[in-house]
């Protein structure tokens, strides 16, 4: 490794959290050998449902060299979502993240600052950026750059502040000092696996996406089985109880990014709000939201099948 490698990366970092990123952490470009194995056989089990882009791209999913040509290091970031207010108790609920600006727009914006930064500063230096927009698995990624361990319910957690923050990518055919990856610190404890309302984390650190609340809510384009009735908890998008019940998050802070506030009629909507949402109220509180994604038929979907 050159000394230019320290350097560059320092530099990273510090532009990584110039722009609010909550951590940065630095891999080795290659092959994920352990995930391999892991990958194919939750295929192969069908805990993907009806999510059958996961199927595509598995070499690439694997492998960011062969996503981006000449590529030799993978930035990991991570930005905290964590809000400081939440919905009322009488509501139904909604996912943490999807409070706010849906979070594609307001990373990849500050992941071209960040690539712009590095070009500026040190060259002609090329790559891509990521949000949960390519196959890339950004967990694992996260986890080898050292911002992390996977805990048993499949999510990035870290000592200091939980899991509540969304995970981007740089890949980039740069070559930069790495990380070391940090020891797993879930021990003993089972709370998400207990917690879980649908008992979609099947065993630790294995979950079956067709049976998550947020696979139901969210990508599921058909009717939500009948037997996972009176289960949900009351979640309409979404749903974060795994990592509201562990042990870990009780580490979050409010996050400092005003695009993340939500639309103030979100905090006080109450299940009857819910219950008569117009199409224009739909419009106006999730304007630039994720919860787009599952359209405005989609959530009130959702309502009435939690409805009791």
């Known amino acids: ?57 598995f070499d690439k999913r ?27 108790s009488e509501s139904y609920k909604l996912s943490k993240y999807a409070y706010g600006t849906d979070y594609h727009f307001v990373i990849k914006a500050k992941l071209k600052e960040l690539l712009q930064s590095i070009q500026d500063e040190i060259g002609q230096v090329h790559g891509r950026a990521f949000v949960d927009s390519a196959p890339v698995l950004d967990k694992a990624w996260a986890a080898k750059s050292g911002l ?26 740069l070559e930069l000092e790495y990380d070391s990856i940090v020891s797993d610190h879930c021990g003993t404890c089972t709370a998400c696996i207990d917690a879980c309302p649908t008992q ?7 979950v079956d996406g067709s049976k998550c609340i947020s696979y139901f809510t969210i990508e599921l ?17 979404g749903c974060d109880v795994c990592q509201d019940v562990c042990p870990w998050n009780r580490f979050s802070k409010a996050h400092d990014e005003p695009l993340f506030n939500p639309h103030p ?35 009130q979907r959702n309502i009435s099948f939690i409805r009791k």
């Open 265 to 299: 009629e979100l905090l006080t909507m109450t299940k009857k709000d819910w219950e008569e949402i117009t199409k224009d109220t739909f419009n106006k509180v999730f304007k630039k939201s994720a919860v787009k994604r599952t359209k405005f038929d989609g959530l």
């Open 221 to 237: 384009k058909d009717n939500i089985p009948s037997e996972f009735k009176e289960q949900f908890d009351d979640w309409m998008f």
């Open 148 to 173: 992390g361990w996977i805990g048993k319910h499949s999510n990035l957690l870290t000592q200091q502040v939980g899991s509540f923050y969304f995970i981007a990518e740089l890949i980039i055919d």
């Open 62 to 88: 694997l492998d960011p060299t062969k996503l981006v040509e000449g590529s030799k290091s993978v930035v990991s970031l991570l930005l905290n979502y964590f809000p400081s207010e939440t919905q009322t």
């Open 200 to 206: 979609a984390i099947t065993e630790p650190y294995v």
């Open 1 to 57: 490794m050159t000394s230019n490698a320290s350097t560059y990366s320092q530099f990273i970092k510090a532009e990584a959290k110039r722009l609010g990123f909550l951590s940065c952490g630095i891999s080795k470009a290659g092959f994920l050998e352990a995930e391999a194995p892991r990958l194919e056989k939750w295929l192969k089990s069908n805990a993907h449902g009806e999510m059958h882009y996961m199927e595509n791209h």
